[in-house]
């Protein structure tokens, strides 16, 4: 199930300090980028999409997810999916197990599970890689891994938080398109936390600094 992104009048602040002012609706399969400088609140923006800002910040507004008010529900419970900058692959599991660790419990029996791992391996196009150790991956394939291990968890939305800036210029291009494609495909309103124009640009949606102030690219 996907849905409709609702920011309405999320604000953050810190002390006396407003940090994050956003009041945006996200359709599914559109990409809102949040731009600024390090520090100016873009991963505390996230945090609170999330469900994991710290105690020092006093939120506001609330964050709607597919008609259901997530606002104050732990992780775990509101359906977000999240992109790092690192592809956190557990080193102890295979590249299948990995995905399948993903895969929501009402997938049961193992010919089941192990369908749906082969699937996502095959859309990533690392069809046979289910038995390789993550270690043997290359960048680009730990980072289509990553994402796919995402989407099995069927988020109703997806967070990314600069998931692309450790990637060497051609392949950044080539993980950002995959990325971007999945995203519009599978129809999930996205969030996007960047620095870089080039990504905001692909996006090709809205850009907003975490304020809620147009970027002109």
């Not at 399969?29 to 923006?45: D, F, N, Q, Y």
């Not at 597919?66 to 900058?85: E, K, M, N, S, Y």
């Not at 080039?198 to 809620?212: H, K, N, Y």
């Amino acid at each position: 199930m996907t849905g409709v992104l609702e920011l309405q009048t999320l604000q953050i602040t810190q002390g006396q300090t407003r940090v994050v002012a956003l009041d945006v609706t996200i359709a599914p399969g559109e990409v809102l980028t949040i731009m600024g400088p390090s520090g100016s609140g873009k991963s505390t923006a996230l945090a609170a999409m999330m469900g994991t800002l710290a105690p020092a910040f006093r939120t506001t507004g609330r964050v709607i997810l597919a008609g259901r008010d997530i606002t104050t529900l732990p992780p775990h419970l509101r359906r977000v999916g999240l992109l790092f900058q690192d592809d956190v692959l557990f080193p102890h599991l295979s590249v299948g197990a990995n995905l399948a660790f993903a895969l929501p419990p009402a997938v049961k029996g193992r010919s089941a599970r192990r369908a749906q791992v082969d699937a996502a391996l095959d859309q990533a196009g690392l069809s046979g890689f289910a038995a390789r150790d993550p270690a043997t991956l290359s960048g680009g394939q730990r980072a289509r891994v990553a994402l796919m291990r995402t989407l099995l968890a069927r988020p109703c939305a997806l967070l990314l938080d600069e998931p692309f800036s450790r990637l060497d210029a051609g392949l950044r291009a080539q993980i950002r398109s995959f990325v971007l494609s999945r995203i519009r495909q599978e129809g999930l309103p996205a969030v996007l936390v960047t620095h870089d124009p080039e990504d905001a640009q692909a996006a090709g949606g809205r850009v907003v600094t975490p304020l809620g102030t147009p970027v002109t690219l």
